[in-house]
Each structure stands twice: as structure tokens, then as C-alpha cells.
């Protein structure tokens, strides 16, 4: 790994990168297959979530964040939409059925699959500079 790929860490923890983060970089970053939308990859993200409960996804989640999750049922795209998520991602190359990613591209809601664990997942977009959902306004 290039060291040069962190993001700097300040003294208390908090990752100090303010470049936007893309979901075409998203993709690049977690190696991961996009199922649908492919035009909105160039649309920046303003944070991540990374869970598997959607009423803490709705809860805790602020709009124009991207979710990445191990379910792949149609709550999943109906609480990206209440909430105006840019993505989800779906992680352990989880895939979603046809009638998903045809939900989900009615509703123009980029649809990815990465090979890595959710706990990785989040982790390398963390490492890129993108910010929890507790650590925006």
C-alpha cells in the first residue's frame, strides 16, 4: 500500500480530507461491480453507513450519504429512497434480484457490488477520506 493513499489523521482521530468523494472513486476503491445506474457515478457522496438494520439506517443516516449493507431486499431501495441516498452498495458480493435493481433504477438509485466484508467495506472508504454520518452537520 501507498502511503500516500491515507487520509491525514488529525490529533483527535477524525480524518481531515475535505475532497469529495465520487462513486465512480467509491467503485474503484472497493473493486466493485456496478449493477445499475452507471451515469450517476460521477455524483459525489457526503458520508457512508455501513448497517444492516434499516430503521437505524433511517434513524441515523443523512440524505445524500451512500449505504453499504448485507440485505438485499426491497427495504433496502425504499429506505435509500425516503432518505435521498446517493448509492448502496452491497458488500460479500451480495446481489440483488432483477426486480431490485429495476426498483432501483426506477428511482435512479446507483446499485454495487463489492467482493469485500462490510467491516472492510467501510473501512477502505473511511482510509479515502469519506465521513460517517455522525461526522457531518
Known sequence: MDCSELAEIGPDGSVKNDAEVTLEE??????????CCEERLSEPIVSACGCDLMSDVLAFTKPGSLLLTG?????????????????????????????MVQMAKDCGIPLLSSPYPLYESCGLLYKKGVKGCQEID
Open 26 to 35: 467509491v467503485r474503484k476503491a472497493l473493486r466493485a461491480e456496478v449493477l
Open 71 to 99: 440485505l438485499t431486499n426491497n427495504q433496502v431501495i425504499r429506505t435509500a429512497e425516503i432518505l435521498d441516498l446517493k448509492g448502496i452498495v452491497f458488500v460479500r458480493n451480495k446481489k440483488p434480484d432483477a426486480q
